[in-house]
């Protein structure tokens, strides 16, 4: 007598069903944060594995990878024969599969055959993803006639980007399908209505819209944001703790990058909110910052004092990167206040990390206090206030500008605002 075996899919909402439903080759969606693509994939992939197909699962890096592959994992749980995290392959009865690649390799896939191709979070991979597509993953579609799904959520123009290419040049051959936030059925439209209210109007054509918005020449961040009724505010009389937040130089030169910090006080009452406590910069080799940071670290502690802190100090916050690598070992072997910086937000490129923390900003749960603000310092043959130039005279899209405290302040304010996204 057979085994009955019963797998419960999640439901598709209109959306996601006139996707599913569409019989085109080569899909590509065009969608806003929370519109559901990802799940729609993950459960689209399982649903084709287990009618006996062979799935080929593409994502940008490993940790963008993983929570699909385990979610896809426990859906197929009773057919599975094997699922191997370190091999990234699902195997069940009758011979589907689920294998997933990461990006970051320019042979993915190869030497593989598919029915279904799903490439998740597309639009991430800046450089390389079409060579990626062509010579190594739509090869293996060949075989059994297979098709492709892409998804992403757009990320400003750029014509060298595969997804914003397959998005606009119709001659590629993807069918495109558009599908902004509101779209989905299940987000309530007033909660959604509260956080497009605190964002800019270019991060909501992007993000929610999910419209490729031109960010070359933008300035990004305004002064306003920053004051509370067009000044600067006063240290808190109470707060929650104190924290600074570290981005590390290897060289010493006036040609390179300087290394800086700037020091944050969290209050989460009424609400959670940030100010600006203090910020320093300084050109110095790499080597000598082990002298340096204990000195910054004890300013945490000197500044949760002064903001009668209830938790005290959260220490620091150090890039682990380059130098900060070697800081962080050896601030743990000498008992130093000091912490990596989630991977999770320096991962993201630059021009990322700024979009992610604008609504925060915008919606003014982000101020200067008034010592930060007057602040001069001389850095690099110049005096002036290096925090307020480097954040406001960011712009998206331009190279080799000085963004070491511009650094910080996209770093602390995840960090005391944000989740695990850098939201």
Same mark, same amino acid.
């Given at each position: 007598?057979?085994?009955?075996?019963?797998?419960?899919?999640?439901?598709?909402?209109?959306?996601?069903?006139?996707?599913?439903?569409?019989?085109?080759?080569?899909?590509?969606?065009?969608?806003?944060?929370?519109?559901?693509?990802?799940?729609?994939?993950?459960?689209?992939?399982? #649903?084709?594995?287990?009618?006996?197909?062979?799935?080929?699962?593409?994502?940008?890096?490993?940790?963008?990878?993983?929570?699909?592959?385990?979610?896809?994992?426990?859906?197929?749980?009773?057919?599975?024969? $094997? $699922?191997?995290?370190?091999?990234?392959?699902?195997?069940?009865?009758?011979?589907?599969?689920?294998?997933?690649?990461?990006?970051?390799?320019?042979?993915?896939?190869?030497?593989?055959?598919?029915?279904? /191709?799903?490439?998740?979070?597309?639009?991430?991979?800046?450089?390389?993803?079409?060579?990626? =597509?062509?010579?190594?993953?739509?090869?293996?579609?060949?075989?059994?006639?297979?098709?492709?799904?892409?998804?992403?959520?757009?990320?400003?123009?750029?014509?060298?980007?595969?997804?914003?290419?397959?998005?606009?040049?119709? $001659?590629?051959?993807?069918?495109?399908?558009?599908?902004?936030?509101?779209?989905?059925?299940?987000?309530?439209?007033?909660?959604?209505?509260?956080?497009?209210?605190?964002?800019?109007?270019?991060?909501?054509?992007?993000?929610? #819209?999910?419209?490729?918005?031109? =960010?070359?020449?933008? !300035?990004?961040?305004?002064?306003?944001?920053?004051?509370?009724?067009?000044?600067?505010?006063?240290?808190?009389?109470?707060?929650?703790?104190?924290?600074? /937040?570290?981005?590390?130089?290897?060289?010493?030169?006036?040609?390179?990058?300087?290394?800086?910090?700037?020091?944050?006080?969290?209050?989460?009452?009424?609400?959670?909110?940030?100010?600006?406590?203090? =910020?320093?910069?300084?050109?110095?080799?790499?080597?000598?910052?082990?002298?340096?940071?204990?000195? =910054?670290?004890?300013?945490?502690?000197?500044?949760?004092?002064?903001?009668?802190?209830?938790?005290?100090?959260?220490?620091?916050?150090?890039?682990?990167?380059?130098?900060?690598?070697?800081?962080?070992?050896?601030?743990?072997?000498?008992?130093?206040?000091?912490?990596? /910086?989630?991977?999770?937000?320096?991962?993201?490129?630059?021009?990322?990390?700024?979009? #992610?923390?604008?609504?925060?900003?915008?919606?003014?749960?982000?101020?200067?206090?008034?010592?930060?603000?007057?602040?001069? /310092?001389?850095?690099?043959?110049?005096?002036?206030?290096?925090?307020?130039?480097?954040?406001?005279?960011?712009?998206?899209?331009?190279?080799?500008?000085?963004?070491?405290?511009?650094?910080?302040?996209?770093?602390?304010?995840?960090?005391?605002?944000? !989740?695990?996204?850098?939201?």
């Amino acid at each position: 007598m057979a085994t009955e075996h019963v797998i419960e899919f999640l439901p598709f909402h209109a959306g996601q069903k006139k996707i599913y439903r569409s019989s085109a080759k080569r899909k590509v969606i065009r969608a806003g944060r929370r519109f559901g693509k990802t799940t729609m994939l993950e459960q689209a992939g399982g #649903n084709w594995a287990a009618r006996q197909m062979r799935v080929g699962w593409f994502a940008p890096s490993y940790k963008i990878l993983l929570p699909s592959f385990k979610t896809i994992r426990d859906l197929l749980k009773p057919i599975t024969i $094997s $699922s191997s995290k370190t091999d990234s392959i699902i195997e069940l009865i009758g011979g589907g599969q689920v294998e997933f690649w990461t990006l970051d390799n320019p042979d993915a896939g190869r030497s593989r055959k598919y029915h279904k /191709v799903i490439i998740d979070e597309g639009s991430l991979v800046k450089k390389g993803m079409r060579d990626i =597509w062509e010579q190594a993953i739509e090869p293996t579609l060949l075989d059994f006639d297979g098709d492709a799904v892409m998804a992403g959520t757009p990320k400003g123009v750029d014509d060298e980007n595969f997804f914003y290419q397959v998005c606009n040049d119709k $001659s590629m051959g993807w069918e495109e399908h558009h599908a902004p936030t509101a779209a989905n059925p299940t987000i309530n439209p007033a909660a959604l209505a509260r956080i497009i209210d605190g964002r800019p109007p270019l991060v909501v054509q992007q993000e929610y #819209n999910a419209e490729f918005v031109d =960010w070359r020449g933008q !300035n990004f961040f305004k002064l306003d944001w920053l004051l509370e009724n067009g000044a600067p505010v006063d240290y808190p009389f109470s707060c929650d703790t104190v924290y600074g /937040v570290v981005d590390c130089a290897q060289k010493g030169k006036l040609q390179n990058d300087g290394s800086a910090c700037i020091w944050f006080a969290l209050d989460n009452l009424p609400s959670p909110h940030l100010i600006i406590l203090d =910020w320093d910069i300084i050109q110095i080799d790499g080597y000598f910052l082990k002298d340096v940071v204990p000195q =910054w670290e004890g300013k945490a502690k000197h500044l949760s004092e002064i903001c009668r802190a209830r938790m005290g100090t959260t220490g620091l916050f150090i890039e682990d990167k380059a130098t900060g690598i070697t800081l962080l070992q050896q601030g743990a072997n000498e008992g130093w206040n000091v912490h990596p /910086v989630d991977s999770e937000l320096t991962s993201l490129p630059k021009e990322s990390r700024a979009i #992610n923390i604008s609504g925060y900003v915008a919606s003014g749960k982000v101020r200067i206090s008034k010592y930060a603000f007057d602040k001069i /310092v001389e850095y690099k043959q110049s005096k002036k206030n290096h925090l307020l130039t480097q954040v406001l005279q960011f712009i998206i899209g331009e190279e080799n500008q000085d963004d070491d405290l511009f650094d910080c302040f996209n770093y602390g304010v995840a960090l005391g605002l944000g !989740n695990g996204e850098g939201f």
